[in-house]
């Protein structure tokens, strides 16, 4: 979660893949207790809304009951960005990614108690996710709201905004589709502009960094930033409808 990069990652598994090689993750799973709201909010909305990882593209029609604009958030923390989101967006399916069991829990007690019915979730690596479910030019935008900064030099791989992972996130998008960054991190957010200005089928909307959308929610992570004195950046990225250069 928030804190993650303050952990000492470097003895945390790497993922097998098919073909052998093994990946760095972006995340450390760490154990805490749930709260008694979250343990609760699993056990009861859990298995409508908690989706199963598998190895085909997520069946959106049958997830949502309905066929409307698809919007992925990777990494919600504990989801009030999300719920915000949700909430004031009733025409998008929202599909939030997160790997902490507290987060879910917590995101499960906001629809709950707000009633949304737009929002489902997936538990487990978005890179997974968005390689084996989600299907090439299908999403109508992906929301990557303070992804863990991995300030340190040696853990700058685990960064989630590298050349290979924007590729799978533009390949995913529709045209007209748009990528949203935001990091409180200003090195991150200079590798930021960086990776995705160099995906050839994005497209940048404002000249460099943009200006906040009035519609993005303060996040969690970032009202932290915030007090710490920190610059938010945003990045918002459309994909191009011109033929990409290279294909998914
Ligand atoms: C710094 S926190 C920010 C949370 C939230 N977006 C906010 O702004 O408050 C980053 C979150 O991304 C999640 N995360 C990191 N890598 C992930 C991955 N590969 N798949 C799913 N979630 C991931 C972490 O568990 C953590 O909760």
Not at 42 to 54: A, I, K, N, T, Y
Not at 158 to 176: C, D, H, I, M, Y
Not at 182 to 187: G, K, S
């Amino acid at each position: 979660m928030d804190d993650a990069p303050e952990a000492e990652p470097d003895a945390e598994p790497v993922t097998g893949r098919p073909g052998g090689a093994a990946r760095v993750r972006s995340y450390v799973l760490r154990g805490g207790r749930l709260g008694s709201g979250q343990r609760r909010a699993l056990d009861e909305l859990g298995p409508h809304f908690v989706l199963p990882f598998s190895g085909g593209p997520l069946d959106w029609a049958a997830a949502y009951g309905r066929s409307a604009p698809r919007v992925v958030e990777i990494g919600f923390g504990m989801g009030d960005a999300t719920a915000a989101v949700a909430a004031a967006q009733p025409g998008i399916d929202l599909l939030g990614i997160e790997v902490h069991e507290a987060g879910v829990g917590a995101l499960l007690r906001r629809i709950g108690e707000q009633g949304l019915a737009n929002v489902r979730i997936l538990r487990h690596d978005a890179v997974e996710v968005f390689e084996r479910m989600i299907a090439p030019s299908t999403l109508a935008g992906v929301h990557l709201w303070f992804p863990d900064p991995w300030p340190k030099k040696r853990h700058h791989k685990r960064r989630l905004v590298q050349p290979a992972f924007v590729a799978l996130l533009a390949s995913r998008l529709e045209p007209g589709g748009y990528l949203h960054c935001a990091t409180d991190w200003e090195p991150y957010a200079e590798q930021m502009l960086e990776v995705l200005a160099g995906e050839p089928r994005l497209v940048n909307t404002a000249a460099g960094f943009a200006p906040r959308p009035a519609w993005r929610p303060l996040t969690r992570f970032e009202q932290r930033g915030l007090a710490l004195g920190h610059h938010v950046r945003d990045l918002v990225f459309t994909r191009s409808s011109a033929p990409a250069r290279c294909t998914p």
